[in-house]
């Protein structure tokens, strides 16, 4: 059943559509916030306020087929909420960075482990050193692997000013890694 569908469905009082839609949703939502906080407690606080958010605000949606982009604005705009509210520009530092999970190959291989967890520390430092606008594309482009018309639906921007970011964004990395003596060619591994 499309996102649509749920959305209808629910707005025709099907509680058990809208619970379809948070968990075809909430590990999404859930990765996007963690990737802007590098936080598991923030990025679960904005995945439960977007739900939230979601349930009382669902009936304003004018095109249930704009579900997707209209949840991730709601997540995203939760997200530069968060960092004004709590004025504060994301300074994160290696050891406060979380361990990422292991996957079975990397328990036959230690090393690889330990390089993998280090590659993805810092790579979530170096994206919480970009500006929140940059940061936004980043993610929502590499992680979340959205085109760049659907993130320009998001962000409610022209499709060239994301495009902008995403270039300003990648060259800010770039200049990080060659500042921290990292080449690029070991985190294509992460």
């Known amino acids: 059943m499309t996102d649509a569908k749920l959305v209808e469905n629910f707005r025709k009082g099907d509680i058990e559509a809208f619970n379809r839609l948070v968990h075809?949703?909430?590990?999404?939502?859930h990765r996007f916030a963690f990737r802007y906080f590098a936080s598991h407690d923030e990025?679960?606080?904005i995945t439960q306020k977007t739900f939230i958010r979601v349930y009382k605000k669902l009936n304003t949606l004018e095109n249930a087929d704009n579900f997707p982009a209209w949840i991730y604005r709601i997540a995203n705009?939760?997200?530069?909420?968060?960092t004004k509210r709590a004025g504060r520009r994301r300074a994160t530092t290696m050891e406060s960075l979380p361990q990422h999970p292991v996957?079975?190959?990397?328990i036959a291989n230690p090393d690889q482990q330990i390089q993998q967890s280090q590659l993805g520390s810092i790579l979530q430092l170096a994206l919480n050193q970009l500006p929140a606008?940059?940061?936004?594309?980043?993610i929502m482009k590499e992680y979340e692997g959205l085109k760049f018309r659907e993130i320009a639906e998001i962000l409610e921007e022209p499709e060239n000013t994301v495009k902008s970011r995403m270039y300003?964004?990648?060259k800010?990395?770039?200049?990080?890694f060659?500042?921290?003596n990292i080449e690029l060619e070991a985190l294509r591994y992460e």
């Open 133 to 138: 606008e940059q940061r936004i594309v980043v």
């Open 178 to 180: 060659e500042q921290w």
């Open 77 to 82: 705009n939760l997200c530069l909420d968060e």
């Open 24 to 29: 075809r949703w909430q590990q999404r939502i």
């Open 172 to 176: 800010k990395l770039r200049t990080l």
């Open 43 to 45: 990025a679960m606080e």
């Open 168 to 170: 300003y964004g990648l």
């Open 103 to 106: 996957t079975e190959s990397l």
